[in-house]
């Protein structure tokens, strides 16, 4: 042990024997007995001077042989001289013995460091209830089978279902045009994604081989997909009823494109940008249903 440590703990039981006749902690039972798995009261005070600094045990302490339940604080109480604080614990016992004791500190703080101040032990009666057990027990024995029969109650199951059905009215009318209009985003997102792939590949394809049967059959992909999204008979629709359903000028030429590669035999090397300009405005006609799904 250094030098300075030894000073220090010399100096703390210094100040604290000399005023241990300032400090005077109690602890007492508030009943004389209690029963096993009651919980009884504890009382736990202490008088100190005001310049000090006092610590009542917490829930984190060791109450053996008890356990702890809970604890109640008092206002500080003070006078010219002295500071009066108080805490009442509740605790219990599972322990057997017929007396049990317990002595709870207060710990008095003096910077970093703390002294234990001891109140007087007490103790408190464990009340019996079963005062004399028996030798051996007796048992009565009962072998025989006694079928039961099993009965369902269908009181409690109409009474389930009716309580099932009206909450299923309830959702359906506060809540199905959200749950519809979620089902149909994630059916259009769903749909795009898979045409996006297919489409994607084909374009890739495009770009290695300019085979107008191949032309044609990328173009009745996106056919397929736009009378999905738009409600519209696209794979019956030529090229010119299409561009008469109200589409601006740069599907005219994109369409116009790929016809005159498909059908007029042209062998267009840049045929593969007019596919990724058609998915381009696929895209943005995908966002305009998703938006109008989201606000309708």
Not at 281 to 294: A, D, N, P
């Amino acid at each position: 042990m250094g030098k300075k440590s030894f000073l220090s703990i010399s100096f703390l039981l210094f100040y604290f024997i000399s005023s241990a006749q300032e400090i005077t902690p109690r602890g007492y039972f508030l009943a004389d007995s209690m029963k096993i798995g009651e919980e009884s009261e504890y009382s736990l005070s202490i008088q100190y001077p005001k310049n000090s600094e006092v610590i009542f045990p917490d829930s984190s302490y060791n109450y053996a042989p008890f356990e702890f339940y809970s604890k109640r604080y008092f206002p500080t109480r003070e006078d010219s001289t002295y500071s009066y604080d108080s805490v009442i614990y509740s605790l219990s016992s599972f322990e057997i013995d017929k007396v049990q004791y317990l002595q709870l500190p207060v710990f008095m703080l003096h910077g970093k460091d703390s002294i234990p101040v001891l109140p007087a032990k007490d103790s408190i009666f464990l009340v019996e209830m079963v005062t004399q057990v028996p030798d051996s027990l007796v048992f009565k024995e009962n072998t025989a089978f006694h079928k039961v029969p099993l009965a369902f109650n269908y009181p409690y199951l109409g009474i389930g279902i009716g309580i099932f059905v009206v909450l299923m009215i309830i959702g359906y009318f506060s809540f199905g045009k959200t749950i519809k209009r979620k089902i149909r985003l994630y059916r259009l997102r769903k749909e795009y994604e898979k045409f996006s792939r297919s489409f994607e590949k084909g374009i890739g394809r495009v770009k290695k081989d300019h085979n107008t049967g191949l032309l044609e059959e990328v173009l009745i992909v996106w056919k397929k997909y736009m009378e999905k999204l738009e409600d519209k008979p696209f794979t019956k629709y030529t090229t010119r009823e299409i561009l008469n359903s109200g589409y601006d000028q740069t599907l005219k030429d994109v369409l116009r494109n790929i016809d005159r590669s498909i059908y007029g035999q042209f062998d267009d090397e840049q045929i593969h940008k007019n596919f990724e300009t058609l998915e381009d405005f696929t895209l943005e006609r995908y966002k305009l249903r998703i938006k109008e799904v989201t606000n309708g």
